[in-house]
């Protein structure tokens, strides 16, 4: 049974930092492609930002050079550190992997993110 389990949301100011995570469970990581993706309040979800597991990371433009993503094969966590934070990227954050041959795709429930002025 996939499970994926997104934490480290929640309320910061504009210009602060967060650090999500997932924890990626019943998949064998490695073949695996991670992935975050925003969604806010009457918008599509879009993608934030995705790696390979080569390690290859592209981003959406309104992220580059404030977000980091990474993943870790030993803890089989993938993670988005959010930084500059702007009122603009209030919105929830799903993980999503997308295994690299078969094209299976997993969600996790979500996390809120809210950045307030």
């Known amino acids: 049974q996939v499970r994926l389990v997104e934490s480290g949301g929640g309320l910061v100011q504009a210009g602060g930092s967060l650090r999500l995570s997932c924890a990626a469970s019943?998949?064998?990581?490695?073949?695996?492609?991670m992935a975050w993706y925003s969604q806010a309040p009457g918008k599509q979800r879009e993608l934030v930002a995705a790696?390979?597991?080569?390690?290859?990371?592209n981003y959406t433009d309104s992220v580059k050079g404030r977000f980091i993503i990474s993943r870790d094969g030993a803890k089989n966590t993938v993670y988005l550190q959010m930084n500059s934070l702007k009122l603009e990227d209030t919105a929830v954050y799903y993980c999503?992997?997308?295994?690299?041959?078969?094209?299976?795709?997993?969600w996790g429930q979500g996390t809120q993110v809210t950045v307030s002025s």
């Open positions: 999503k992997v997308r295994h690299v041959a078969l094209g299976v795709e997993y």
């Open positions: 019943g998949i064998i990581f490695s073949r695996y492609t």
């Open positions: 790696i390979t597991p080569a390690g290859s990371t």
